[in-house]
């Protein structure tokens, strides 16, 4: 089952309890924003951490320097 079955499910099951689908769809919103900063964080992190490592990488072996500037080029989602 997918999660927006799932979801859906959930979904009816909060307004046949006789909730307010706003304030669920209000928390499912403000869940999912969470989430996105979450992974946004993460994915900084990662691009911050392959930067620094090319960076040593090209101080430390200078004949791998045309490599990861390749590496770089293809990462980079700019």
């Not at 900084?44 to 200078?62: E, G, M, S």
């Amino acid at each position: 089952m997918s999660f927006f079955a799932i979801d859906i499910i959930s979904y009816k099951n909060y307004i046949e309890d006789g909730r307010n689908p706003d304030v669920y769809t209000r928390q499912f919103s403000e869940l999912v924003q969470k989430d996105n900063q979450y992974v946004n964080g993460k994915s900084i992190a990662v691009t911050n951490f392959r930067n620094i490592l090319a960076q040593d990488i090209k101080n430390n072996f200078p004949n791998m320097i045309n490599e990861v500037e390749k590496i770089l080029k293809n990462t980079n989602k700019n």
